[in-house]
């Protein structure tokens, strides 16, 4: 999947599963509004009183996963180390852009820390460790078949998996 068309799947699915370890070394996951930079940067939202952001203060290191819908059943798996972006990054314009109504709960202490749920911090998640999967059930076989950057496997059953 190049750059461009990796923008273009993240922008139109909008919501991904971000996979963090609490401080007892336990994973965690939790659904998040998801945006893209041009240059391909994922950006995801937190709160501070959420877990994923006390989670990201102790280990930025993540797992993100991107997609799926009947219709292509296609999704991308991201990993990498978050960062909290700047108020004036390309990122926050693309956050807003996504997510317009995200405007009026801007990031920032007042908003935070005030006992509310306001938007918190931004994180941005750069594209380098990728993964596109395609997944497909055939009809005919009952077969489940993963296709993994361009490499096709068929299960001899759909609950084996490989």
């Not at 139109?12 to 971000?18: K, N, Q, T």
């Not at 989670?55 to 059943?73: C, K, T």
């Not at 009809?139 to 993994?148: F, P, S």
Request: proline share 6%; net charge neutral; charged share 20%.
């Amino acid at each position: 999947m190049d750059r461009d068309a990796l923008v273009q799947f993240i922008r139109d699915r909008g919501l991904g599963v971000l996979a963090t370890v609490s401080a007892d070394g336990h994973p965690q996951a939790a659904v998040v509004g998801v945006a893209a930079t041009d240059d391909g940067d994922v950006v995801f939202d937190t709160t501070r009183t959420s877990r994923k952001f006390a989670n990201l203060g102790r280990h930025p290191r993540v797992a993100l996963a991107i997609g799926f819908d009947w219709d292509d059943e296609q999704t991308i798996q991201l990993e990498g180390a978050a960062a909290e972006v700047s108020q004036d990054s390309a990122a926050v314009a693309a956050y807003y852009e996504q997510f317009p109504a995200g405007q009026n709960e801007r990031p920032g202490p007042a908003s935070c820390t005030s006992g509310s749920h306001g938007l918190g911090p931004l994180q941005r998640l750069p594209p380098g460790n990728l993964r596109n999967t395609r997944l497909h059930l055939g009809a005919a076989t009952g077969k489940l078949t993963r296709v993994r950057d361009g490499q096709r496997r068929t299960n001899a059953s759909p609950l084996t998996c490989f």
